[in-house]
Nanobody, 121 residues
């Protein structure tokens, strides 16, 4: 397994969760890391990404609430999710790739297995 995501769970609206994604050292050192999500019946969508130099990108619907970060010593990328809303309920996937566009789902080569986030109202 080259990408391992964890940290999902059940939380009340307004609460917080931190997702983690650990990658192999080779992948982590070479690629940008991204988070995507897929709600039931919906297409997978971009949430946030961070490149090797630490530049962050966010979908408009999470700006100001979610923060992506990376710990190079641990080969891990995090997604801190605050002020969660019921519409944030989805399976969250981490991904890695050489991306020209951080939101370009087809540009990511490696995908984790997903971690489920449920936000109750």
């Amino acid at each position: 397994v080259q990408l391992q995501a964890s940290g999902g769970g059940l939380v009340q609206a307004g609460g917080s969760l931190r997702l983690s994604c650990t990658a192999s050292a080779r992948i982590f050192s070479m690629y940008a890391m991204g988070w995507f999500r897929q709600a039931p019946g919906k297409e997978r969508e971009f949430v946030a990404a961070i490149n090797w130099s630490g530049k962050e990108s966010y979908a408009d619907f999470v700006k100001g609430r979610f923060t992506i970060s990376r710990d190079n010593a641990k080969n891990t990328v995090y997604l801190q999710m605050n002020s969660l809303k019921p519409e944030d309920t989805a399976v969250y996937y981490c991904a890695a790739g050489r991306v020209a566009s951080p939101a370009g789902i087809n540009e990511y080569r490696y995908w984790g297995q997903g971690t489920e986030v449920t936000v109750s109202s």
